[in-house]
């Protein structure tokens, strides 16, 4: 099939390698516009954008595809890019871009099958830019993909495909994404091979929740919360903000995280205990006190400039002790 693909991260590269090996002729693809990054904050190219060039397809990074916004001349560009190439369809993928009407009229001529999208949750559940982060923050037991016919709305378009994925306790973003990014990307191909045999199904409107996409603000942890959602935000902000914690005047990114069962609590003997406060150093990781009588052991940390440690590794370059506490409110810095 003839496609124009719209998609930017590496979930979206996933998808386009899918459909290009698997016989799709890309006939035009659009990414997000290079974005400073790195120390040197030089502009990256996006995967999708990265693996399009090494395959020499058209490529196309539009600021924006309204018509009438801040970027009107990219836009209809856009429009004509996508009129010449006379695609069958249209898939996106975790674009960065909302579609304006008119793109969704481009796929709806004779012959067209529409656009497509690959969204990483078991809709209606998690509509939105982050539905991974903020299932696993939000301590879901599952996840999955939906392979949906897209509309006007913020992934609100009719339900074609969907597949249902574990997430396990341990799981973080980064191995849920690569988990359901694979998934997506074979389920977009089966979805191509017989479009017309697709039976589309309204979404609900009961149980609607709305992934809000992920801000560095978030990242700072707050004591005061139970153990159990502190180790959520933990594995649900890997790898991207990273969960964040003041100690002496320092900020680190906390990377591993467990909350305590009530009978692996140690005994602090140096006084009231409060949330924040550490109660041991050992070498499978720092116990500390949080919200609601609940502990928190911390198995992995990362100081400003430095490397992800275990605290094994940590603390044979750091004195701990018990005793110590953790700042809060945490100030956000980016080690």
Same mark, same amino acid.
């Given at each position: 099939?003839?496609?124009?693909?719209?998609?930017?991260?590496?979930?979206?590269?996933?998808?386009?390698?899918?459909?290009?090996?698997?016989?799709?002729?890309?006939?035009?693809?659009?990414?997000?516009?290079?974005?400073?990054?790195?120390?040197?904050?030089?502009?990256?190219?996006?995967?999708?954008?990265?693996?399009?060039?090494?395959?020499?397809?058209?490529?196309?990074?539009?600021?924006?595809?309204?018509?009438?916004?801040?970027?009107?001349?990219?836009?209809?560009?856009?429009?004509?890019?996508?009129? +010449?190439?006379?695609?069958?369809?249209?898939?996106?993928?975790?674009?960065?871009?909302?579609?304006?009407?008119?793109?969704?009229?481009?796929?709806?001529?004779?012959?067209?099958?529409?656009?497509?999208?690959?969204?990483?949750?078991?809709?209606?559940?998690?509509?939105?830019?982050?539905? @991974?982060?903020?299932? @696993?923050?939000?301590?879901?037991?599952?996840?999955?993909?939906?392979?949906?016919?897209?509309?006007?709305?913020?992934?609100?378009?009719?339900?074609?495909?969907?597949?249902? @994925?574990?997430?396990?306790?341990?799981?973080?973003?980064?191995?849920?994404?690569?988990?359901?990014?694979?998934?997506?990307?074979?389920?977009?191909?089966?979805?191509?091979?017989? *479009?017309?045999?697709? +039976?589309?199904?309204?979404?609900?409107?009961?149980?609607?929740?709305?992934?809000?996409?992920?801000?560095?603000?978030?990242?700072?942890?707050?004591?005061?919360?139970?153990?159990? +959602? @502190?180790?959520?935000?933990?594995?649900?902000?890997?790898?991207?903000?990273?969960?964040?914690?003041?100690?002496?005047?320092?900020?680190?990114?906390?990377?591993?995280?467990?909350?305590?069962?009530?009978?692996?609590?140690?005994?602090?003997?140096?006084?009231?205990?409060? *949330?924040?406060?550490?109660?041991?150093?050992?070498?499978?990781?720092?116990?500390?006190?949080?919200?609601?009588?609940?502990?928190?052991?911390?198995?992995?940390?990362?100081?400003?400039?430095?490397?992800?440690?275990?605290?094994?590794?940590?603390? +044979?370059?750091?004195?701990?002790?018990?005793?110590?506490?953790?700042?809060?409110?945490?100030?956000?810095?980016?080690?």
């Amino acid at each position: 099939m003839r496609l124009v693909f719209a998609g930017t991260p590496e979930f979206a590269r996933v998808a386009l390698a899918h459909l290009h090996a698997a016989g799709h002729e890309i006939a035009l693809v659009l990414t997000q516009p290079d974005r400073p990054a790195g120390r040197g904050m030089k502009l990256q190219p996006s995967a999708v954008k990265q693996f399009a060039q090494a395959q020499q397809f058209t490529v196309a990074q539009p600021a924006s595809l309204r018509l009438d916004g801040k970027f009107p001349l990219e836009a209809q560009a856009a429009q004509d890019l996508i009129r +010449q190439v006379r695609a069958q369809a249209m898939v996106v993928v975790a674009y960065g871009l909302l579609l304006p009407q008119w793109v969704l009229d481009a796929m709806s001529g004779p012959g067209q099958w529409g656009c497509f999208n690959i969204h990483a949750s078991l809709l209606p559940r998690w509509r939105g830019a982050a539905p @991974i982060h903020r299932a @696993i923050e939000a301590g879901d037991t599952e996840s999955g993909v939906t392979i949906m016919q897209m509309d006007a709305g913020l992934d609100t378009g009719p339900m074609l495909l969907q597949e249902r @994925i574990a997430i396990l306790p341990e799981a973080s973003t980064a191995l849920l994404h690569d988990a359901l990014a694979e998934r997506g990307a074979r389920m977009m191909v089966q979805a191509l091979e017989n *479009p017309a045999s697709l +039976q589309p199904r309204v979404q609900s409107e009961q149980g609607v929740c709305y992934a809000h996409k992920i801000d560095k603000a978030e990242a700072a942890i707050d004591w005061q919360q139970p153990a159990e +959602q @502190i180790a959520r935000k933990v594995r649900a902000f890997d790898p991207f903000p990273g969960a964040m914690a003041r100690l002496g005047g320092e900020t680190l990114k906390v990377w591993g995280a467990q909350a305590m069962a009530p009978d692996e609590t140690p005994v602090f003997a140096g006084g009231r205990v409060h *949330p924040g406060l550490m109660l041991a150093c050992e070498p499978c990781g720092l116990v500390v006190a949080a919200g609601a009588g609940t502990c928190l052991r911390i198995t992995h940390l990362q100081r400003p400039g430095g490397k992800r440690l275990a605290v094994s590794d940590y603390l +044979q370059g750091h004195a701990l002790s018990p005793g110590l506490c953790f700042d809060s409110p945490v100030v956000s810095q980016t080690p």
